[in-house]
């Protein structure tokens, strides 16, 4: 039985909880918030057990005998030292995106992890549907033939209020903006679908209506791989919320996570002429694939305890993290610079350390207006089918 404590318990906190509770082989041990009133909050709503520790002390955490793993949710800002407190007092960790604020910190967090000999997992759930699960068999798998190209749009929506959260809205607290926040879910999923980094990167951003905000609301990019070409889209202003994956390739061209598949051949003259057989063919290889049994949050808590079971790395790991975020921040120097950015960054990049970051980016308004806590549900995207939690 793997034993959780979770730091952190808003919003994705309790997302984290449900997970745990629906895998038989975990059980929670202790909730952590600054506000500790949310976690008695938590404890009535789910039933937990009356000795479940409840503390506003993280620290107070650290050398417990009865927690294996920290499951942690907390502001971006904290990402770093409360990682490496945990590796480093023996416990596994599984992390909320983004990783941590910049590649300075998540490099002392994988060298943590490496002197400590325990896990730490990154929670990018939107791996974890069906669809995107099969798609990427088959893509590994050539069936698809090689991708030529993939356009990305990460497309969310959240009212000027939503940066009023004390945390929220600047470069220092936060990383970034919207691309840090909502869109390094499809960044994850798009290095994940191309096997790796990069070659350059050019973007553009801006922020359009998000108020009480330094960071960006909307930017576009176009990327280029080894054997590929990418856009990338992402904007907190669209009301239909809509994200998703227009990937062509050799043999057809697909969409996720919405699962479509089309095949076109030419006429004589090079017009297409849509090839039903093949289409029919590549379905029937889709159809066979058996779905997921856990998805979105619950798939990737229960794949983070399968490699803890196994003895192996799990496999959303911290270098999984850091490639996201520096393509984050390939994008953000791009903008800031407008020029293209090529990867790797090293440790001479401007954005390689916090200080770095702001200094190099713009503030395209002052945050003014900061209060401890916001009331309303939750939206995860449309991966998770517009769920609310």
């Known amino acids: 039985m793997y ?13 984290h909880l449900k997970a745990i509770l629906n895998d ?10 600054r506000t500790v009133s949310k976690c008695h909050d938590l404890k009535k709503e789910f039933s937990l057990p009356d000795d ?31 990682t490496i407190a945990f590796l480093e007092n023996g416990k596994h960790v599984i ?32 791996r974890y549907y069906t669809a995107v699960q099969k798609a990427k068999k088959m893509l590994d798998e050539g069936i698809f033939g090689k991708i030529l190209s993939v356009d990305v749009t990460s497309h969310w929506f ?5 940066h ?48 009480n905000c330094e960071a960006e609301d ?42 479509s598949v089309h095949v076109s051949k030419p006429q004589p003259n090079g017009y297409p002429e849509r090839d039903e057989a093949e289409e029919k063919k590549l379905q029937e290889i889709y159809d066979s694939i058996p779905p997921l049994e856990k998805e979105g949050h619950d798939g990737a808590f229960s794949r983070f305890i399968d490699a803890l079971e196994e003895g192996r790395k799990p496999e959303v790991d911290g270098l999984d993290g850091r490639r996201a975020t520096e393509f984050v921040d390939a994008f953000y120097l791009s903008a800031a610079t407008e020029k293209a950015v090529s990867f790797p960054l090293d440790k001479d990049s401007p954005v390689y350390t916090k200080e770095g970051l702001v200094k190099t980016m713009p503030k395209y308004f002052r945050k003014t207006v900061s209060t401890e806590a916001q009331s309303g549900s939750m939206s995860l995207g449309s991966a998770a089918e517009k769920k609310e939690i």
């Open 3 to 15: 034993k959780f404590a979770i730091i952190g318990v808003g919003g994705i906190g309790k997302t």
């Open 24 to 33: 038989k082989r975990c059980t929670v041990s202790a909730l952590c918030s």
């Open 52 to 82: 479940i520790t409840i503390t506003d002390d993280w620290k107070s955490l650290l050398e417990r005998d009865d927690i294996d793993v920290a499951a942690i949710a907390l502001p971006p800002a904290l990402h770093r030292e409360v």
């Open 95 to 126: 992390l909320e995106k983004p990783m941590a604020l910049t590649l300075e910190e998540e490099d002392e967090m994988l060298e943590a992890e490496k002197r400590s000999g325990k896990r730490l997992g990154l929670i990018f759930q939107n």
């Open 158 to 162: 959240r009212g000027a209020n939503y």
């Open 164 to 211: 009023n959260l004390y945390w929220r809205g600047t470069w220092e607290s936060e990383g970034g903006g919207t691309l840090t926040a909502q869109g390094i879910h499809q960044v994850d999923m798009l290095l994940w679908l191309m096997g790796g980094q990069a070659q350059n990167i050019n973007a553009i951003m801006r922020n359009m209506r998000h108020t």
């Open 218 to 259: 909307m930017g576009f990019a176009f990327i280029t791989f080894p054997s590929a070409l990418a856009s990338f889209s992402v904007s907190l202003n669209d009301m239909n919320e809509y994200q998703g994956f227009r990937i062509q390739c050799e043999k057809a061209s697909i969409t996720l996570p919405e699962w």
